[in-house]
């Protein structure tokens, strides 16, 4: 049996929380974006929070330093667009191999500074954070041609291969498929994985889950009171259309605060023959668009799916920051993780 997973029917696991409302406090220039390399760029790239890992990696290993502390025992890549088809909006698609090993290497090295001054923190693991891109296999963008796509297949599963290349050679211990909203482009990544692995057995012999490579966490995304994700699943169907990859958890992030994901999350403890992951946001943006909810508003909720046995893995989405997650830690510590259920198979 993996570590993880040795660990996650021990106790409940604490992922971080955001990374960019983390980089957002550092108030950052569009000259502090390019760095000398990219200093004579010629498109503007101040919102490109992924480049920070070639440009201000002391940024973003500091956050991950941050999450530590608090408590995290799974720290996430600022990769969440490190895609060519994402970073084909500031032409860096070119990049994106590079930004998916740059940004592991921050969060390793985060890892080891942090473990080398706390020996008995325990064993800490890096999850590729792999984002939903910003085109959809399932949505037209144009409201007048529904049937027409802005991407193939192909080409998802392309960028995803290339993506996942860098984080495995990076070194990351886990993937993590996140913010989904679109199945079929998480079915993309899903596929990327494991054919890239099946191609690369010598990568895969690195984790210790066999020849499936490296662990993956899928998390979709509830959009609002229907139960729905974007492209029109339920829960229901969204959990059933990734079963098939057997992924170490699949979870909910992002959209909601914990008060409105509460009921999917407890129909997912239901569903689930894996672990359960949740990570909300800090509540719901106020008219600013910023996120009000305190810490330990977030960490009551948290702790009350916990004793209700509805997880296994919990952290915070937008808004969320290292004091969300010391208190989430705290909330949840000692609580019992949930029991993962016998599935009966017919013979």
């Not at 490190?82 to 592991?104: G, K, R």
């Not at 799916?305 to 208190?327: D, L, M, S």
Request: proline share 5%; aromatic share 8%; with cysteine.
């Amino acid at each position: 049996m993996s570590k993880i997973k040795k660990l996650l029917q021990q106790r409940i696991l604490v992922l971080d929380g955001a990374m960019g409302t983390m980089i957002q406090r550092y108030k950052l220039t569009e000259a502090d974006y390019r760095g000398a390399r990219f200093a004579n760029w010629h498109s503007d790239v101040k919102g490109n929070n992924d480049l920070l890992s070639l440009t201000k990696p002391e940024v973003i290993k500091s956050i991950h330093k941050e999450y530590l502390a608090a408590g995290s025992d799974i720290i996430e890549t600022n990769t969440f667009s490190s895609t060519s088809i994402a970073q084909a909006d500031y032409d860096m698609q070119s990049l994106a191999y590079e930004l998916n090993v740059a940004s592991v290497k921050c969060a390793r090295e985060a890892i080891d500074e942090f473990s080398a001054a706390n020996p008995g923190a325990g064993p800490k693991f890096i999850a590729g954070a792999i984002g939903p891109l910003n085109k959809t296999l399932s949505l037209s963008p144009d409201v007048n041609n529904p049937g027409y796509r802005a991407v193939t297949f192909d080409e998802v599963v392309a960028a995803y291969t290339e993506q996942i290349h860098g984080l495995v050679d990076g070194g990351a211990d886990l993937l993590l498929i996140e913010t989904i909203f679109d199945t079929l482009n998480a079915k993309a990544a899903i596929f990327a994985a494991k054919k890239f692995f099946r191609e690369h057995p010598e990568k895969a012999k690195r984790f210790d889950n066999g020849a499936e490579g490296a662990p993956i966490m899928i998390s979709g995304t509830i959009t609002d009171a229907s139960g729905r994700t974007l492209s029109g699943q339920t829960l229901e169907a969204f959990y059933i259309s990734v079963e098939h990859a057997s992924p170490l958890s699949v979870g909910l992030n992002c959209a909601l605060g914990a008060k409105e994901m509460r009921p999917h999350v407890a129909e997912l403890a239901h569903l689930a023959g894996c672990y359960v992951s949740a990570y909300p946001n800090a509540g719901l943006p106020n008219a600013m668009g910023e996120y009000d909810e305190q810490p330990t508003e977030t960490a009551a909720f948290l702790e009350d799916w916990a004793k209700e046995g509805f997880v296994n893995i919990v952290g915070g989405c937008c808004g969320t920051t290292p004091a969300h997650i010391a208190a989430i830690a705290k909330a949840v510590k000692g609580v019992t993780p949930r029991v993962l259920p016998v599935v009966e198979t017919i013979e």
